[in-house]
């Protein structure tokens, strides 16, 4: 007997707990001396008033769903990987050094030989945390937090003393070549009569991580490795008895990890930067986990949150533009949710789950 | 139900005022229903024992009166008095102490630090050390409890760590002592001191509650019992009055049926053959020292022992899920032995199915839907493919079709494992195994926490395989059940065989010696047994003491 | 209405952005306008900054780093209506006005400054981001410091090479320590807000230190020599001045035309005698009239003195 | 490097790695008690503040001291409350409290102070001062003697270059800090409160069967912490700095806490791996490159060793870290 049906936990209990962090996000707008009403005019306006704000909007929100994809496969497996960070940093190593040194002739080719890249290296990435943990039993949390610092080394140098074109002043590499730059929205909108804005960065990533979705969604539920990884996520002992090998399955699920957030380099080096800057993840591994979080782990759930938080990216963004509120208020909003939808999870799910039980006992 | 009033029958003298009175108790977890309007009464100096199945609410019972757990409704009376017992802290203050099924230690700690910890005189550790050194030393002269005082606890046996939880509570000036199950992790011969002890703290005026399965136990020991089935209390007796047979019947519901209908076996070719198996688990523990054993096709080879004796380890060497030294032969090929992650899966692919001993953290996933649970360890099998992707369409409706056959309710294919009764996930998990119709079965605990319909149903099933001429291995706590289903038996003990032969010549009092690792008088009378010299070398103690009486 | 984009030091960066700052302030109480101004969070917000503003109709938007010269070099096509002032880097566009600065020269300056000031014959160089800019900063002071006194020791150290460099305040501190303890008893630091840091143990320990971008006398009256200036204010100022109607192309500002200079004021006129005014004051007019021509690192990356 | 240098870079040690030491014993207090904190860079971000904004705004440090442990303690309070009252999951609740401070001190910083989320310079008493230890060369003979003090020691013999270079001139927290370390250890072996904490990190069940209250150790533990999180703050703004700017803690809760693994959980042996990670950004900040047998080794190695080592450690290839067993784990009795 469940103590509560599904649609509550899986709908209810996430609506609440958002309800919850937005309401104490007003009161922190109000507390700073602003209009919680007036900042999400902007908000909304900026991010779905116009093609532009849709087109940020699903920038961003086209690398939150490669990052939060990534949490929750790792997720499945009962393995929690905050590494996303450096493994989308290095996934952009790999996205830019296929980009800078192989002559593609078509940005076809170049769409696939990145994305290809950029999760190779994203998937090595993680794969030194993942066999630790699988094989030495260092703890994963630790050691992904750990890469992510490494991995800002690493890039850090190659950027500063190898990759810089001569004569350049901030670290990053040259421009890619033409035809590795990707088709925007407004590209690929234009042949279909549709006018979308031309400036918005949103490309033709965001097809690659829509089919994202679909393929986490097979893979975890439809395939026989997507069992196995379920299993050893609910069980290890589990997992063993049915002959399950657990730390491949655990490599594995974190190699698909890293392979899905090294993969979201191709939104925002090749598809926006067209070339590798240092902070060119801006955070997007860390909001893979509040997106995993408050998605449940469900492709159609990230899909959804990933819009949220490109809502708020942009809306963020723009307030920053013409408000005087800083930009620092949408990290604090992106805390509140991580932290109701998170942490403080049972302080909403207990109160409702009693609730239920005694629903249920009144009408037997 | 017939000497269950005797309490609550008007005395003419005037009552002693009983030194626990539960009323009404009543205890929910979520949907379980754990304890239902519970009422019971103990008496001073005396030991009043506490039977029922698995999951009947003896521990939450006995967690409620220790603070552990809050009860939803009901009264306490300690020694005539209404208590209020919010936490462990005002049980202890009331006298009570525990021994839980589960010890309740800080495995890092000395046994010293054990004792003191919540109980210590003042801020500073080193007087409350030293005093409460004395004060062990005193009460381990005064009961027999000896331990070392600076030992760790993860370095100590169960039994030792047994007598840290009792020295606990007497630490405490415990006046009330309850042990839950304390003899299931015991040898006979630890268990017998440990009753000794009990005698004698009740001599000195303290009141036991002891929770056990054993019917022997309470025989032997108490001096009421009362009986719990499905959160209820059916039955308080006084032993004396009472008989194994009427308490089993209380226990269960129904008169138990242990006796099997079964044709007698038709041994065929050996299927397996085990050699010098031995195994140190991750811990540089030797769990198996050389164990040689044989498996028919077309027998059941029971696997008595006291649990914690080195079956685990064999079914899951035999399960290929735990790494091994020496060999094992199935039909003349030898198997891996290397215990490798994936171990369990070749062995299927052998045609070994396991039933392991705990269903709930091994043989099912509980957040996995039924329909997944019964092809769990089978899920790669072709037959369930479809292309690339799993064919869950055909894998729902066979195990709609399974568990139709098996009686699993509700037969609901699509509710998660967790959601079923223990004895009804028990039948999804055995379900599973025989239907693949292996050539050796491996079976632990097949019918812990199981009702007396299951049972039968279960072993039916076992015996249907032997019948079909498959061999099967079957390991299990309860003599009664290894009695009844095999037709040879091997005693394990210590990580040893002590012995070996058949069934129809086994008697309790032997199979208890040898469960003790001791040979003598008694095993020599079973006729075709192959005692091991580990056990004839042991003739240290008296056979009798270990066996228990009966 | 004119818009004004801060780099990633955040325009209180009492330096460099906060100069820029200081102009558009001068240029709103002049006129009573108003205009629009973000400060970068991160390198994404670049490009869409800039296109926000140029869509938003303002004009003409300003910009203060050289980290703009690849994003407008692109976005600036795409909006030729709208006129763009970029300081501190060149893009070739016939919108955009570049402004550069010959910090060479107000390094110069101040490098004679500290040579004269300086005790033990040692002097400290604290640059922010390892970047050619900065070591023409670098190159320039130790010019001017070994034209007062060529046995003078420089000590040079870069803060990092990301721009995190701009911003590390105990970084700065660390360095300054450590100069000092090899007997640098001036600090010239050209570092953004990692400057903050360097001045204020300097200040702590009691030497002279040298602030830039921004006149950053008054932070510890008595204890900072003087500062570099770079008239980012002026660039500023003028081109909200202008506003559509101004005049794109390189602009280069420099001694000679008041865009780069040192600061005196009531705050370090006890430490600036009139020896070393006139000393300073001399070089200035010498390097307006062409009779010094200070190396500019930049020119072919190299520098004549260590 | 020459002995004077070398003594230079110890002193750089010292003060780098004191807010390392105390967030590292944080870290532990919470951590032996089976709350695992990756927060204790969020404590220390909010106390840095607070710190700098109380002492600017008063001009007594002492004053801002209590207000940047106030902050830390405050998030200290929500991480127990989502992790011991409301059982949630420890480590997503240490990465929202990172992401609350880093968002709101600017945000406050900014709606307070107008200057880009920092606080004004803090100047005098807002300040912690650097105490001269008895017979050690310090500003005062420097002056006496009309030299430099860095000229003073220089001339000294070594053991007194060393008690006044490295030991001496430092900041009352820096020697509180340096004390917390046996106190620590005082009071986690000898004390009844230290069993009971060690104790509920390894079995909570044990500790509530005896009849204490694991919520109540748990959430002592945790306010432990934050007290100890807003003194590391609490000097980044007010000793090593002079006030706050954005992301001032940058990354140095990680490092205590990759300092903890490496430190095996134990408070001496934190002691010695803060040092050494202190040792390590001192030389990271004092030599932009480092040839090592001629090998250049690049400033980002450096600023990259602690997390390789601490990774290294973890791999157990040099030693093993257990971490307390019951840690990272709610205590649930009731499924
Ligand atoms: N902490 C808990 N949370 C939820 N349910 C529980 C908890 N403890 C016990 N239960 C449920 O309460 C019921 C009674 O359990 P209890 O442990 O009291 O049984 P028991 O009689 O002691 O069984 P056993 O002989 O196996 O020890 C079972 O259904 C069990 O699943
Ligand atoms: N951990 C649990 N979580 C959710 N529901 C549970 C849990 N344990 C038991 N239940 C529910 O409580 C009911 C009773 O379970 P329990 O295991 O106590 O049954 P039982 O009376 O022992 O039956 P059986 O004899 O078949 O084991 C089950 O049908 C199940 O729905
Ligand atoms: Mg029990
Ligand atoms: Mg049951």
Redesign the interface.
Known sequence: MQKMPQWADVILVPLISLILAGALSALVILAIGESPYEAVKIMVQGAFGTT?GWG?TLYYATSFIFTGLAVAVAFHAAMFNIGGEGQAMIGGLGAALVCLFVPFPHWTFALLGGFGAAMLFGAAWAFIPAYLQAKRGSHIVITTIMFNFIAAAVL?YL??NVLRPT?G????TA?FPEPTHLPTLHDMLLPLGIQFS??A?ANVSLIMALLACVFVWLLIWRTRLGYEIRALGHSESGAIYAGISAPKVAIISMLISGALAGGMAIN?VMG??E?L????V?GAGFIGIAVALMGRNHPFGVLLAAILFGFLYQGG??L???TSI???LIVVIQALVILFTGALDNMVRMPLERLFLSLRRTEP | MSGHTELERPTMAAPPTPAIELKGISKSFGPVKANKDISIRVMPGTIHGIIGENGAGKSTLMSILYGFYKADAGEIFIAGRKTRIPDSQAAIAAGIGMVFQHFKLVENFTVLENVILGAEDGRLLRPSLAKARRELQSLAAEYGLDVDPDALIEDIGVGMQQRVEILKALYRHADILILDEPTGVLTPAEADQLFRILDRLRSEGKTIILITHKLREIMDITDTVSVMRRGEMTATVTTAQSSPEELAELMVGRKVLLQIEKAPATPGKKVLEIKALRVIDADGIERLRSIDLDLHAGEVLGIAGVAGNGQTALLEVLGGIQSATGSIKMNGDALDLTGRHSGGRSRRARGIAHVPEDRQSEGLIMDFTAWENTVFGYHRDPKWARGPLMNNAAIQTEAKAKMERFDVRPPNPKLAAKNFSGGNQQKIVVAREIEQSPDVLLIGQPTRGVDIGAIEFIHNQIIALRDAGKAVLLVSVELDEIMALSDRIAVMCDGQIMGQGPAASADHIGLGCLMAGMGGADTQQMQGWHISAAAKADPAQEPAQAAGSH | EPALIFDLG????KSFNEAAFTGAERWVEETGGSF?E??L?????R???L???A?NGNNPIVMTG??FG?VLSEVAP?YPDTKFTLIDMVVDAPNVRSVVFNEHEGSYLVGMMAAKASK?GTVGFIGGM????IRKFACGYVQGVKAVNPDATVIQ??T????AAW?????G???T??Q??Q?A?VVYAAAG?TG??VL?TAAD???LSIGVDSNQNY?HPGKVLTSMLKRVDNAVYDAMTAGTDIETGIYVMGVANGGIDYALDEFNAPLVDDDMAALVDGAKAEISNGTITVHDYMSDNTCPVE | MDF??LL?VL??TI??ATPLLLTCLAGLFSERAGIFDIGLEGKMLAAAFFSAAMAFMTGSVWLGLLAGIAASMALSALHGLASITFRGNQLISGVAINFLASGLTVLIAQAWFH????TP?LIGGARFEQITLPFALG?MD?EAAGL????LIAQAGPLQQIYSEVISGQTILVYFALLCVPATSWLLYRTRFGLRLRAVGENPAAVDTAGVSVVGIRFAAVAICGVLCGLAGAY?ATA????F??E?S?GRGYIALAALIFAKWRPWYALGATLLFGLLQ?VA??F?SIDIAGIPVP??FMDALPYILTVVILAGFVGKAIPPRAGGEPYVKER
């Open positions: 532009n940020y850090n950027l500063v004569g002043m901030d670290p990053a421009k031309k400036s960065p925002n926006e930067a070339r800057v240092m902070n060119s801006e963004a723009e920053a533009l013409w800083p930009s620092e | 955040g325009k209180f960066d629009r973000i400060e969070k991160s390198e994404a917000q490009e869409q900054a296109r926000r503003f869509e050289f980290a690849n795409d033990s390892d970047i050619p800019l150290n870069m990092g090479t990301t721009p911003n590390d305040p105990v970084k501190s660390e360095l320590k450590a000092i303890s007997g008893d807000g903050v840091g204020q320990e009691g030497i932070m | 004077l240098t230079q002193d750089s003060r780098l200057q880009g989320g920092r310079s500003p420097a430099p003090l860095s000229k980044l090593l700095q002079a006030g700017v954005r001032m940058a001192a900040l004092r932009q400033v980002q």
